[in-house]
């Protein structure tokens, strides 16, 4: 390659990229999680770790968050073959508490509880912003009996927050150990501190959660606020946030329908004393403002509410008196909760004729029943060698479409799924 590249250096060049492409599909292919957790390592960006997070997702490799049981600094493979979020990611937390968690962790095994953790920690690593924050990405959460809000003192309740708890409970450990006496025959006896109670507070709704979760790490991780309405966005959306913010040229004249979560609401007031409103959007990929004026801005300032969840048609047009201009012109605006419960009428199963058999249909039955509801089920069966089909509908039997549902058909062989 290098002789070649002194006469030839496109071509060089090009079978060098092609050469190092082949290695990493080799990877890729052989050692996905590793591949993907290195991938994850040298990132860089927040927009980049969230996409390579959703390939992961998509070669059904779980990116698990941060645990202060397993995790190291960077991302890593763990037993299981899934990928453990590295706690370097993680804002307020430095590299020397990171080091000196995961080399007493490695030396003298693994922490048995928080109050184990600050025991055998230094005082000067086991600090307020440290301790929040680890929770709040969730560090702690495979500690039996604990949840994050514990983490954070009430102002209506007077007790001390685990927080606190741990930080004294390090310097009592510390303390009464320097000041321990020898006994009458030479030895050194180690003060015992019992550990204390954990304080009872009512764990965080999942959007909260998430929220918090956001805060230190810059995205989410145990999951995503819009994940219960996921089959709409995936069957019933034409659009994301991202594509409509980066030009709507593409969707000129035509009828979109997106998503998401509502954020920082505006009442305004123009000049000329009429009153508008903007809002933004998020979902999955982005976010988006969205102005209303007029007769939109009556029809659809009720759902100018934080963090609701919305399904939203609309149609690109050109701007009035503007032409060339294009602009976003709502026509609906819905709960997804609301659009949830009616969204999917139908479901198809496409077999082949040659796979139906006595345990197909025992199998199917037991998932029909699991999962019942209002969605009507329709059968294709096929026979591809005869370009023939029948189509079979079921009169008694319905079904709820949900993430259980799709993943158990999903896991029979030879059967396609078709929403509607």
Same mark, same amino acid.
């Given at each position: 390659?290098?002789?070649?590249?002194?006469?030839?250096?496109?071509?060089?060049?090009?079978?060098?990229?092609?050469?190092?492409?082949?290695?990493?599909?080799?990877?890729?292919?052989?050692?996905?999680?590793?591949?993907?957790?290195?991938?994850?390592?040298?990132?860089?960006?927040?927009?980049?770790?969230? %996409?390579?997070?959703?390939?992961?997702?998509?070669?059904?490799?779980?990116?698990?968050?941060?645990?202060?049981?397993?995790?190291?600094?960077?991302?890593?493979?763990?037993?299981?073959?899934?990928?453990?979020?590295?706690?370097?990611?993680?804002?307020?937390?430095?590299?020397?508490?990171?080091?000196?968690?995961?080399?007493?962790?490695? $030396?003298?095994?693994?922490?048995?509880?928080?109050?184990?953790?600050?025991?055998?920690?230094?005082?000067?690593?086991?600090?307020? +912003?440290?301790?929040?924050?680890?929770?709040?990405?969730?560090?702690?959460?495979?500690?039996?009996?604990?949840?994050?809000?514990?983490?954070?003192?009430?102002?209506?309740?007077?007790?001390?927050?685990?927080?606190?708890?741990?930080?004294?409970?390090?310097?009592? &450990?510390?303390?009464?150990?320097?000041?321990?006496?020898?006994?009458?025959?030479?030895?050194?006896?180690?003060?015992?501190?019992?550990?204390?109670?954990?304080?009872?507070?009512?764990?965080?709704?999942?959007?909260?959660?998430?929220?918090?979760? +956001?805060?230190?790490?810059?995205?989410?991780?145990?999951?995503?606020?819009?994940?219960?309405?996921?089959?709409? %966005?995936?069957? !019933?959306? &034409?659009? &994301?946030?991202?594509?409509?913010?980066?030009?709507?040229?593409? %969707?000129?004249?035509?009828?979109?329908?997106?998503?998401?979560?509502?954020?920082?609401?505006?009442?305004?007031?123009? #000049? $000329?004393?009429?009153?508008?409103?903007?809002?933004?959007?998020?979902?999955? !990929?982005?976010?988006?403002?969205?102005?209303?004026?007029?007769?939109?801005?009556?029809?659809?300032?009720?759902?100018?509410?934080?963090?609701?969840?919305?399904?939203?048609?609309? +149609?690109?047009?050109?701007?009035?008196?503007?032409?060339?201009?294009?602009?976003?012109?709502?026509?609906?605006?819905?709960?997804?909760?609301?659009? #949830?419960?009616?969204?999917?009428?139908?479901?198809?199963?496409?077999?082949?004729?040659?796979?139906?058999?006595?345990?197909?249909?025992?199998?199917?039955?037991?998932?029909?029943?699991?999962?019942?509801?209002?969605?009507?089920?329709?059968?294709?069966?096929?026979?591809?060698?005869?370009?023939?089909?029948?189509?079979?509908?079921? #009169?008694?039997? #319905?079904?709820?479409?949900?993430?259980?549902?799709?993943?158990?058909?999903? &896991?029979?062989?030879?059967?396609?799924?078709?929403?509607?």
């Amino acid at each position: 390659m290098i002789t070649f590249a002194s006469y030839a250096f496109n071509k060089s060049h090009s079978t060098c990229y092609a050469y190092l492409a082949f290695q990493t599909a080799y990877l890729k292919a052989h050692y996905p999680s590793e591949f993907m957790a290195s991938v994850l390592n040298h990132s860089g960006s927040i927009e980049k770790i969230t %996409f390579f997070m959703e390939e992961c997702k998509r070669m059904r490799i779980n990116v698990l968050g941060p645990d202060v049981n397993e995790g190291y600094g960077k991302f890593s493979v763990i037993p299981s073959g899934d990928i453990r979020f590295g706690m370097a990611s993680i804002k307020g937390v430095g590299e020397n508490v990171i080091t000196a968690l995961v080399t007493e962790r490695d $030396t003298n095994g693994k922490f048995t509880s928080v109050f184990d953790l600050a025991k055998r920690l230094e005082s000067k690593t086991v600090n307020k +912003k440290s301790i929040e924050n680890l929770a709040l990405a969730g560090a702690f959460d495979n500690f039996e009996g604990v949840n994050r809000a514990m983490f954070f003192k009430d102002d209506t309740d007077s007790s001390n927050s685990l927080t606190e708890l741990m930080i004294k409970y390090c310097n009592q &450990n510390k303390t009464g150990n320097d000041t321990s006496q020898a006994s009458l025959f030479g030895e050194e006896n180690e003060v015992e501190i019992s550990e204390p109670q954990l304080p009872k507070v009512e764990p965080w709704d999942n959007l909260t959660r998430l929220a918090k979760e +956001k805060e230190v790490v810059g995205f989410f991780i145990s999951g995503h606020p819009l994940d219960p309405y996921k089959l709409i %966005f995936e069957h !019933h959306c &034409n659009a &994301n946030c991202n594509q409509l913010k980066a030009g709507l040229e593409p %969707f000129k004249g035509k009828e979109i329908t997106f998503g998401g979560i509502v954020k920082n609401p505006e009442n305004r007031t123009s #000049k $000329t004393g009429n009153a508008f409103g903007k809002l933004s959007i998020e979902d999955y !990929h982005g976010v988006i403002d969205i102005m209303l004026f007029s007769k939109d801005y009556i029809e659809f300032n009720k759902f100018m509410v934080p963090n609701i969840f919305v399904y939203v048609k609309a +149609k690109v047009q050109d701007r009035y008196n503007q032409p060339g201009s294009l602009e976003l012109k709502i026509q609906k605006i819905e709960l997804l909760e609301n659009v #949830k419960e009616n969204i999917f009428s139908n479901i198809k199963l496409k077999i082949d004729i040659h796979q139906v058999s006595n345990e197909l249909i025992q199998q199917l039955e037991q998932i029909f029943v699991s999962n019942s509801g209002k969605c009507a089920l329709e059968f294709i069966i096929e026979d591809k060698k005869e370009n023939m089909n029948v189509k079979l509908y079921s #009169k008694k039997t #319905k079904v709820t479409v949900n993430d259980d549902l799709l993943f158990q058909l999903n &896991n029979l062989n030879n059967i396609e799924v078709v929403l509607s």
